[in-house]
């Protein structure tokens, strides 16, 4: 990709060049997910943990029209409090780099950044899907797993979405869906699913194996990795469903649509569980910050 295009934080520069691992961190849940000051607490928690690994974190967003790859703590606690911020999946780019504006990627946007850095893994929350009673509603990351080739590492797909279409979709289009260390698809706040994966890895390197086949096949597809919430951190399914219900009643009423569906429903399911479904949400999001920086070691390390 041509430099100019992209802009990078000098230390991701040189880890790239010297091909130590990085991991892409998104950030729509920096701007859209999460209110200040959690928000900033989380992406610098995640930062961490990759750190903590021995693994550079690249957090990726667009500032003032500029594509930048790995974020300084000033930009970082820029974007957290900044308002007018794009949502940006792939139709979004265009336009946000053409009017100099500020973006946020999205699991979509943050995937295609990525992949034109040379970064193969990517953590982050729960991947978008297809929206309970609205199948023609299907979000822009399923459409980018399914062109482009990054190891994405979540807590599943969020529970707010139709769970078994999601995973329908994901079959259509060739993405693998790897359980870490578990055997059903995980739902975000909930560890199972009742929904199987595609296979179950035990460890990183059976991952990296995978990820280094489907290189080796010349495959643009991305990987799905799922790894569930800890056991400590899980909200009990119940307390989930009935305040996911409740939300997409709301919304329903409300007449919510298009990229504003996912914030309104992340942000009410959060008040109505007394932001015990965000605690949940940062809990999940460190941990697979901490799962890909494995990942990234275990792709970096020979074969
Ligand atoms: N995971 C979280 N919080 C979020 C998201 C994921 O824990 O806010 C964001 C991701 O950026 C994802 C987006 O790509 O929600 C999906 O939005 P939509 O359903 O409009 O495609
Ligand atoms: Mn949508």
Redesign the pocket.
């Known amino acids: 990709m041509d430099i100019t295009i992209l802009e990078y934080h000098p230390e991701v520069r040189e880890a790239l060049a010297q091909r130590r691992p990085v991991v892409a961190l ?1 950030s ?2 920096i701007t ?3 209110p200040y000051p959690v928000n900033l607490e989380v992406a610098s928690a995640m930062e961490k943990a990759v750190r903590d690994a021995g693994v550079v974190p690249a957090t990726i967003a667009v500032l003032q029209g500029r594509i930048t790859v790995g974020l300084t703590p000033d930009q970082l606690a820029y974007l957290a409090r900044a308002r007018d911020v794009r ?1 940006c ?1 792939r139709r979004d780019f265009p336009i946000v780099l053409a009017r100099k504006g500020d973006g946020a990627t ?3 946007g943050t995937m295609i950044v990525a992949h034109m850095a040379g970064i193969r893994v990517f953590a ?5 899907g297809v929206h309970r009673g609205h199948p023609f509603d299907v ?3 399923l459409l980018e797993l399914a062109q482009t080739p990054v190891a994405v590492v979540c807590a599943g797909a ?1 529970a707010i979405l139709d769970l078994p279409l999601t995973l329908e979709v994901l079959e259509t289009h060739g993405v693998p869906v790897i359980g870490y260390r578990c055997s059903e698809f995980p739902a975000f706040y909930t560890r199972s699913s009742g929904l199987p994966v595609d296979v179950r890895c035990d460890t990183c390197e059976e991952v990296a194996a995978i990820v280094r086949a489907r290189e080796a096949l010349g495959f643009h597809t991305g990987t799905l990795v799922a790894v569930p919430i800890p056991e400590k951190d899980e909200l009990p399914a119940p307390v989930a469903e009935k305040a996911i219900a409740h939300a997409l009643q709301e919304a329903e009423a409300r007449g919510v649509r298009g ?1 504003e ?3 309104f429903l ?1 942000a009410r399911v959060s008040e109505l569980t007394h932001a015990e479904s965000r605690t949940a ?1 940062v809990a999940l ?1 460190e941990n697979n910050a901490r799962v890909a920086a494995h990942i990234a070691m275990a792709l970096a390390a020979p074969a």
């Open positions: 998104e729509t849940l859209h997910g999460l949502k999946s999205t699991v979509a982050t929350g729960g991947i978008g979000s822009a990351d969020k990229k569906v996912t914030p992340l949400n999001l």
